[in-house]
């Protein structure tokens, strides 16, 4: 039998640091079946990584499966328009506020960045305001103070990557997430050269203080500037219509991904046709066309298994026990961890949130980085070892979770936060 050691020895000689980049390297999946998981030793897990987000309906959901075969027999791909890809550009339409029409690509860090470069597209501009701490992905731009170790002075961006010219950092302002007064302030000070602010509404973990989304909204409004909401993460997921519905913001442009592939490679750009014209070169012109080509984009197989997860979600009680769901593991990780003494704060929203170690507020990226990150690994360690896998930072809900799912979760949060204290 081939073990989990047996593939780490052989991925190290094969791939750099032993892994894809995406999880811990030493650790393997080799199968899911609804919320768990199995490595290649057997050893099975409770599921809150989901596949960092897409499997919101859990592992092989038997209608997204008989969704996938039929379109399987018809064709994998086809590098043209395919009529899956309309239908599911016109759900796209129907359910997200923002969307008049939608480009598709592969991944969410593409969508992202033709997110930006469409918004340079628009307006003639070349600067872009992003948050401390907020991912987009891994382009250039992107990787300008996603997870700084040692912050910079705002607005200076700091690069988290290396192969990135320093030119990029001149294109970037980097404001504190929450703080709209700052958001101006840059606005203000380089008035005229900012084609963009993109955000993610719930940035990572991170819920908007009250007002602070409208009051980005309308500064976009009056400056001209194009507010870009990367839902890659929370379309689809904190209500149908994402965070847009959830939190009452309509941006100009969003980006979307995970849930709307149903765990296939797919991500969208959606936006108001005036800007997403910018895609079409017969409307745009030659100098206003923005040229965006992917293999696989709109991918057939993709756009099946995406189809079918939200026609699932439109289903009644489908987002009330999503939330049910993560408001139980919510209170369970409050409750062990304050009658064990730890100050904490649990934030996010219940499909989507983590634990911080922290006595105050958490309303940026800093106060995340200021968390006890000894005590986060030491928690993390003992969920795994009683059966629940979460990433390091982030805990993602699905709705394959039973009863009895919860009831071994909530016993192993208990579990961990005692072990804090020895």
């Known amino acids: 039998m081939t073990t989990n ?10 791939m750099p640091a032993g892994g894809f980049g995406n999880f811990d390297a030493d650790f393997f999946i080799e199968r899911g079946e609804a919320a768990h998981v199995w490595d290649p030793d057997g050893n099975e897990y409770i599921d809150y990584l989901i596949g960092s987000g897409p499997m919101i309906l859990g592992h092989g959901h038997p209608e997204v499966l008989d969704a996938v ?23 796209i339409c129907r359910a997200v506020a923002c969307a008049e029409q939608v480009r598709y690509v592969s991944t969410g860090s593409e969508a992202d960045m033709y997110a930006m470069r469409l918004a340079r597209a628009f307006t003639g501009r070349d600067k872009i305001i992003k948050f401390e701490g907020g991912y987009h992905g891994m382009s250039s731009e992107a990787q300008m103070s996603l997870a700084p170790d040692r912050p910079g002075n705002f607005p200076a961006a700091v690069p988290d990557s290396a192969g990135i010219p320093r030119a990029v950092a001149d294109q970037m302002l980097i404001a504190p997430y929450n703080d709209a007064d700052f958001a101006r302030s840059l606005a203000d000070e380089h008035a005229g050269d900012v084609a963009a602010i993109i955000v993610e509404p719930l940035q990572r973990i991170i819920p908007p203080a009250p007002g602070f989304l409208q009051a980005l909204r309308d500064l976009c409004t009056e400056k001209g500037i194009v507010l870009i909401f990367d839902e890659v993460v929370t379309g689809f997921r904190l209500a149908y219509g994402g965070a847009q519905e959830y939190y009452g913001v309509v941006p100009d442009v969003c980006t979307l991904g995970k849930i709307i ?41 993709a756009a099946a298994a995406g189809l079918k997860t939200m026609e699932i979600l439109r289903r009644d009680g489908q987002y009330k026990k999503l939330f049910t769901n993560g408001e139980t593991i919510m209170s369970a990780i409050g409750e062990h961890l304050s009658a064990a003494g730890h100050a904490h704060v649990v934030s996010g929203t219940p499909p989507m949130f983590d634990v911080v170690y922290t006595d105050k507020p958490v309303t940026n990226y800093r106060d995340v980085l200021n968390s006890d990150h000894d005590k986060v690994a030491k928690f993390n360690k003992v969920l795994r070892d009683r059966g629940i896998l979460k990433s390091a930072h982030k805990t993602y809900i699905s709705l394959a979770l039973t009863d009895d799912d919860l009831a071994q979760t909530v016993d192993a949060i208990a579990d961990a936060a005692r072990a804090l204290n020895g």
Not at 269 to 279: E, L, R, S, T, Y
Request: hydrophobic letters at 40%; proline letters at 4%.
């Open 261 to 301: 592939g149903g765990g296939f490679p797919l991500a969208a750009i959606a936006g108001k046709a005036d800007v997403m014209k910018h895609f079409d070169k017969d409307k745009a012109g030659a100098d206003g066309f923005l040229m965006q080509i992917g293999t696989l984009s709109g991918n057939p197989l």
């Open 69 to 91: 075969q039929t379109q399987l027999g018809k064709g994998m791909t086809f590098f043209a328009n395919n009529p899956l890809g309309i239908e599911l550009a016109e759900e």
């Open 5 to 14: 050691d047996d593939i780490v020895t052989r991925a190290n000689k094969v």
